[in-house]
């Protein structure tokens, strides 16, 4: 099956710089990828995903670059806010429903 | 609209008991998912649901666990025989096929603890 491996497993970053967090996936058939943010006690939240057609997508402060031949994805997220903190799974799809996870990476944004 | 439901929100067991653990998915969502997050890891899979059946079971790590779903709808995580490793926060999500079935929404989560 497929296995996500993901990293850091934490990351402190001062406020307003850049965050990056980094996964590999096994399985070459994976077609999607998404990322979760868990705040603590709370649920995950999708806050983007792609798919493997394309390279990068963007969403306002947040990015997610994809090679499909080294078989990583990562997510970038620039001028990090306190809001930020939280800790951050990704996942791979090679079929159209199940999610493999990362351990997850837990981001500290110091003010 | 509503998001996905889960009860109860905690729950806490004597080893040997039993428990069910409730979900009740976005209205219209024909998939539903259940996971167990375990203190400080990741989302495991249990199963998956199409309808009312459960085209992916490979996920359950034992006979003690099983899950049912009804009228396409809300769904049903039995764990039998409850045993201290059972303690995690077990997820659902449910997603459509007008979303992409990858894209999953997650319910709150219910927290077991199992003295």
């Known amino acids: 099956g497929e296995n996500v491996e993901q990293h850091p497993s934490t990351l402190s970053v001062q406020e307003g710089d850049s965050a990056v967090i980094k996964c590999t996936y096994s399985d070459s058939a994976s077609n999607y990828f998404p990322w979760y943010k868990q705040e603590l006690g709370k649920r995950p939240q999708l806050i983007i995903d792609?798919?493997?057609?394309?390279g990068e997508k963007k969403d306002q402060r947040i990015a997610v670059t994809l090679n499909k031949t080294a078989k990583h994805f990562s997510l970038h997220i620039t001028e990090t806010q306190p809001e930020d903190s939280a800790v951050y799974f990704c996942?791979?799809?090679?079929?159209?429903?199940?999610?493999?996870f990362g351990a997850g990476t837990t981001v500290t944004v110091r003010a | 609209g509503a998001g996905v439901s889960q009860s109860p929100s905690n729950k806490v067991t004597e080893k040997g008991k039993d428990v069910e653990l409730r979900c009740d998915p976005i209205?219209?969502?024909?998939?539903l998912y259940w996971y167990r997050q375990s203190l400080g890891q990741g989302l495991e899979f249990l199963i998956y649901?199409?309808?009312?059946?459960?085209?992916?079971k490979s996920g359950l790590p034992s006979d003690r666990f099983s899950a049912e779903r009804t009228g396409g709808s809300v769904s049903t995580l039995t764990i039998q025989r409850t045993q201290q490793e059972d303690s995690a926060v077990y997820l659902c999500a449910s997603s459509s096929r007008l979303a992409g079935l990858e894209t999953q929404y997650f319910g709150p989560g219910t927290r077991l603890l199992v003295l």
């Open positions: 996942a791979a799809s090679s079929n159209d429903y199940k999610l493999s």
């Open positions: 649901f199409q309808g009312n059946s459960a085209p992916d």
């Open positions: 792609i798919r493997s057609n394309v």
């Open positions: 209205s219209g969502h024909t998939a």
